[in-house]
C-alpha cells in the first residue's frame, strides 16, 4: 500500500478529480490532505535549495518566512475554510482521502472544536503547524490537544517553528501515546543529539522532495529506521511532488520491506486501517 501522507489542498490536489487522477496515476492508494495556507490552484514552483543554505538550516529560514505570510486574516480565514472543503472531499472519496484537521491552538475551546469533529467530520488526525499558528509546546492547550488526540487514537502531524519547539517536543515526547509526525525532517540533527530522549511515538515526514535531500533521509534512516519514517509529498509546493517523493524512496539503497514501510506500512499502522 503506498499513502501519500502529508498534502494540501491544491495543485495536482486542487479537487477530487485532480486527487484522484494523480492517485491513480502514480500508483498511490490514498493521500492525507489538509488545506493550503492560500488559494493554489497550480503548483507553487520551488527552486533548488541554495547552495549556502545546509538542508539542517534551510528549515529554519523558511519557517521564518512562513511566520511572517501567515499574519494576514485572509490566510486564516482560508484555512478554516478549507478544513470544510477537505472534509467534503475526503466524504466523496470512498476512502483514498483522510482527512488530518488543521487546528489553530490559539483558537478559544480549541479541544471542544477538535472534539466536535471527530464526531461529526470523522477526522482521522490533528495538522499543528508552529509557524503558521504560534503556540508553545509546553502550553496547557497543546497538552489537552495531545491528550484528546491520544484518547481518540488519532496522530497527530506538527509542523515545528523553533529549536526550542524541537527541544520541547522531544522532552514532551514521552508523555503522551499518541503518534506525534514532525514534518519535513525539521530540526533532525536535534532529535539525533537527544537520540536518548527521543520517544518511540516520534515518527519523521520527508516531503516535500525539492527541499529534502538523499542525504538527510539516509541520515535519518541511520539513526531512527525506516521504522519511523512517513512518506508525503507537501503537494502542491513543488511540482509532481508525489511522482518525484515515490521515485526517490523507490530509488534509496535500503531493502525492499523498508521501502514500502516508508511508502506507506508505517503510515497504515499508525492510523490503524
Given at each position: ?15 477530487l ?31 533548488d ?16 518566512f ?5 499574519r ?30 488543521w ?11 477538535i ?5 461529526s ?42 529549536k ?8 514532551f ?45 539516509y ?6 529506521g ?43 499502522n499508525?492510523?490503524?486501517?
Amino acid at each position: 500500500m503506498i499513502i501519500d501522507g502529508h498534502a494540501h489542498l491544491g495543485g495536482e490536489y486542487r479537487n477530487l478529480p485532480a486527487i484522484l487522477e494523480t492517485l491513480d496515476a502514480t500508483g498511490t492508494d490514498m493521500v492525507v490532505l489538509c488545506p493550503a495556507d492560500a488559494p493554489r490552484n497550480r503548483p507553487m514552483p520551488l527552486p533548488d535549495p541554495p547552495v549556502k543554505v545546509p538542508g539542517k538550516e534551510l528549515s529554519w529560514l523558511i519557517n521564518r518566512f512562513l511566520r511572517q505570510a501567515s499574519r494576514s486574516r485572509s490566510r486564516q480565514q482560508h484555512i478554516e475554510q478549507g478544513n470544510r472543503e477537505v472534509y467534503e472531499i475526503a466524504r466523496a472519496s470512498n476512502g483514498r482521502v483522510i482527512q488530518f484537521y488543521w487546528a489553530d491552538l490559539r483558537q478559544k475551546q480549541i479541544a471542544d472544536d477538535i472534539r466536535s469533529k471527530i464526531s461529526s467530520w470523522q477526522i482521522k488526525g490533528i495538522k499543528l503547524h508552529q509557524s503558521c499558528h504560534p503556540f508553545r509546546i509546553n502550553s496547557t492547550v497543546f497538552a489537552e490537544v495531545t491528550e484528546l488526540a491520544a484518547a481518540e487514537e488519532l496522530p497527530v502531524f506538527i509542523h515545528p517553528h523553533s529549536k526550542r519547539d524541537v527541544e520541547d517536543l522531544i522532552a514532551f515526547s514521552g508523555t503522551v501515546k499518541t503518534p506525534l509526525i514532525v514534518g519535513h525532517l525539521i530540526g533532525l540533527e536535534i532529535f539525533i543529539s537527544m537520540k536518548e530522549r527521543t520517544a518511540e511515538n516520534i515518527f519523521f515526514d520527508i516531503s516535500c522532495p525539492p527541499l529534502i535531500s538523499d542525504e538527510r533521509i539516509y541520515l535519518a534512516l541511520k539513526e531512527f529506521g525506516a521504522g519511523r519514517l512517513v512518506m508525503g509529498s507537501d503537494t502542491p509546493y513543488g511540482k509532481n511532488n508525489t511522482r518525484h517523493i515515490i521515485e526517490r524512496v523507490n530509488n534509496l539503497k535500503i531493502s525492499q520491506r523498508e521501502k514500502e514501510m516508508i511508502l506507506g506500512s508505517n503510515l497504515k499502522n499508525i492510523l490503524r486501517i
